[in-house]
């Protein structure tokens, strides 16, 4: 009898040392800035996922999607060093979502930090010219070489990679793909990405773990890029997003479309979401929280770079009215520097 009696008691240990520990997943928005213009010191696109277990508060893995100017920075508030990032992913090749990427790896040049993956698409044509991430990711580098820094400094510790920043990048070239492909993985957070149509080059990417799933759009549009269509959305990031938790996304108001009042020019308009369409694209792929990020205006602004804003400034309430016009009930979040969105 007193043996058994000591078998149930010791049941619930084993039962402890067996359980599987409790994850969860992170998506913070490290920059929200539309565009090139630089507005109420708002950082340049970007978004952190962080994975792991709750016990270490998700923060087992580090993914930075894009990397605008101030990523460094904004990482710098959330207690991380580049040295903490475990991939980058980038969307496409525009500066205001690659800029961070120099500071970032020199950063992590300085401090001795170990090669990094970078994910971005393969070489893209667009008229007679290359849009190239491998050619970028080569040069990161490169002022600070003909400045003489990489040298100097290599000089005082010969840990630093003697080919600077560049040296750490070991890259992961996605081509071109109408369907989804896992192009990164590391044990159970695998990342997707699928080419959409904004400027040749362009992917959007989904990231799935035990704890949910959350796609990156980007600054993706619709693959027909004029009117009549039936949608500003990508058919693409719509396939990607099919059942997922979170959709981050670029957003532009539908008072900069063409007639409006704004100049704003019609071309690059229409070769982006707005936020009225994201609402229904969000609900006919049954997702349960829409992001809005990259805002084209940002808030609290009366212009975007040259461009008035046609009735003066908006505010979350105007985005979020205009995306939940669609019917959409999920969360949407209206996206600021820093805002964090945690699953489940």
Not at 94 to 103: I, V
Not at 145 to 170: C, Y
Request: aromatic content about 4%; some cysteine; glycine content about 10%.
């Amino acid at each position: 009898m007193r043996r058994l009696l000591a078998a149930i008691l010791l049941l619930p240990l084993f039962a402890c040392a067996e359980a599987t520990p409790e994850h969860c997943v992170e998506v913070i928005l490290t920059g929200t800035q539309g565009g090139p213009p630089a507005v109420n010191g708002l950082a340049g696109a970007g978004t952190l996922i962080r994975y792991g277990t709750v016990e270490n508060q998700c923060n087992d893995l580090q993914l930075q999607f894009d990397a605008g100017r101030g990523t460094t920075m904004r990482l710098s508030q959330l207690g991380l060093t580049p040295n903490d990032i475990d991939a980058v992913f980038l969307t496409h090749m525009h500066s205001d979502h690659t800029e961070g990427l120099a500071g970032l790896m020199q950063l992590r040049w300085h401090y001795t930090g170990g090669p990094i993956d970078l994910v971005c698409a393969a070489d893209a044509e667009i008229d007679d010219r290359i849009l190239s991430c491998r050619a970028y990711s080569e040069h990161l580098g490169d002022a600070f070489i003909h400045a003489g820094e990489i040298e100097q400094r290599v000089a005082e510790n010969s840990n630093r990679h003697a080919d600077g920043p560049s040296g750490l990048i070991e890259i992961e070239e996605v081509a071109e793909t109408a369907v989804p492909v896992i192009v990164w993985q590391s044990g159970d957070v695998t990342v997707s990405a699928i080419t959409t149509t904004h400027i040749p080059g362009s992917l959007a990417y989904r990231v799935d773990t035990p704890a949910g799933s959350v796609v990156i759009g980007g600054d993706a549009g619709n693959e027909k890029t004029a009117p009549p269509r039936a949608t500003s959305t990508s058919g693409a990031v719509e396939t990607l997003a099919m059942g997922a938790d979170v959709l981050v996304h670029s957003a532009i108001h539908p008072v900069f479309a063409p007639n409006e009042g704004s100049a704003f020019p019609a071309p690059v308009y229409l070769r982006q979401s707005n936020a009225a369409d994201l609402g229904a694209m969000a609900k006919r792929a049954g997702v349960g929280q829409l992001v809005l990020t990259h805002l084209i205006p940002a808030l609290s602004t009366s212009s975007h770079g040259p461009f008035n804003v046609p009735g003066g400034e908006l505010s979350a309430t105007d985005f979020e009215s205009v995306a939940r016009s669609s019917g959409f009930e999920g969360k949407i979040y209206v996206g600021e520097d820093l805002l964090s969105v945690r699953l489940p």
